[in-house]
């Protein structure tokens, strides 16, 4: 089989590397942690590791998951402060320990324990954007945390500007070259998030889900939106039930579009059927994902499908 490795657009900086472990005989694992490393460590992207926006009290907060779609193994860290290698410490957990999801004191304590380097992970543009908006909707007073995360959240979702800079997150699908698929997704979440809120990238079927079987999905969006209609897990159930990728990327869109959120924002999906077919799609148009092959030179991004929370 021929390796694939299909990312978030932000994602594209790692692809070049998972390939080189992809080709040198590396499993999906490897390539989806070889993938994501790099854009925990850019300080340039605002979503992920990093740079990545802190939460309402200036803290960055990090979420991440793993999935081995060989076996269903699963890995995933959330609210982790004071590491950028969420990724990694997902896939400790995974390998190592007989638990799924490790949390905020846990995760840190677990990243310590593995030897990973703590660092700070708040640059001083990302405290710079977080202050200007946090004063935008009223200073920085503890005690009207909820409002200010509900005006703030309820801004975001009617102000492009601000919801550009307040989401994203990486999702990476690995398929290697004996067919076998892993799937990964880090993010340091929507910033001014509540403290220890976790979105769907942590959650496994909501933000993502591997089956080497069926294929996988990941999402990035609003994760309030994916963790209720376990997004991922939807796609490839249906992939599973023989719906092609298209059919079943708007099987859980339609989903999404079902439900009453007063906090609606954008939602995307990438995914990958069980034969190296791809497809994203996005509520939002315009929108790319990326991906790259083995017969593949360079990295190539492509269009989204659109599909309107209305349709
Ligand atoms: N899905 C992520 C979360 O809700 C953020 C994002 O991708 O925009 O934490």
């Not at 982790?80 to 997902?90: E, K, N, P, S, V």
């Not at 307040?166 to 070259?177: E, F």
């Not at 490839?236 to 990327?249: K, S, Y």
Request: hydrophobic fraction near 40%.
């Amino acid at each position: 089989m021929t390796a694939l490795l299909v990312a978030s657009t932000n994602g594209r900086i790692g692809l070049p590397d998972a390939m080189a472990v992809l080709r040198g005989g590396g499993s999906a694992v490897d390539a989806v942690v070889a993938a994501i490393r790099p854009v925990e460590a850019n300080p340039n992207d605002h979503s992920v590791g990093y740079g990545g926006l802190p939460n309402l009290v200036g803290e960055v907060e990090l979420d991440a998951s793993i999935m081995d779609g060989r076996t269903l193994a699963t890995g995933a860290v959330g609210a982790l402060r004071g590491y950028q290698d969420a990724i990694l410490l997902a896939r400790h957990v995974m390998e190592e320990l007989p638990h799924v999801l490790i949390a905020g004191e846990g995760a840190r304590r677990l990243a310590k324990e593995v030897g990973l380097t703590p660092v700070e992970l708040l640059t001083d543009e990302a405290r710079r954007i977080w202050r200007q908006r946090l004063d935008s909707v009223g200073g920085p007073d503890r005690a009207a945390y909820l409002d200010k995360v509900r005006d703030m959240v309820g801004r975001m979702s009617d102000d492009p500007e601000l919801a550009a800079d307040a989401h994203g997150t990486v999702n990476v699908i690995a398929r290697d070259r004996s067919g076998n698929v892993a799937c990964g997704v880090s993010t340091s979440g929507w910033a001014w998030k509540y403290p220890g809120r976790m979105g769907d990238s942590p959650i496994i079927g909501a933000g993502n889900y591997a089956d080497t079987r069926a294929g996988a999905a990941a999402c990035t969006g609003r994760g309030e939106m994916a963790q209720r209609c376990c997004t991922a897990h939807t796609v490839v159930t249906a992939l599973r039930a023989g719906l092609p990728l298209d059919a079943a990327l708007r099987a859980a869109a339609a989903d999404l579009h079902a439900l009453d959120d007063p906090y609606r924002g954008e939602v995307n999906i990438v995914a990958v059927d069980r034969d190296g077919n791809h497809l994203a799609v996005s509520t939002v148009p315009g929108k790319t994902y990326v991906f790259l092959r083995d017969e593949d030179d360079a990295v190539v991004e492509a269009e989204r499908l659109h599909i309107p929370a209305e349709s």
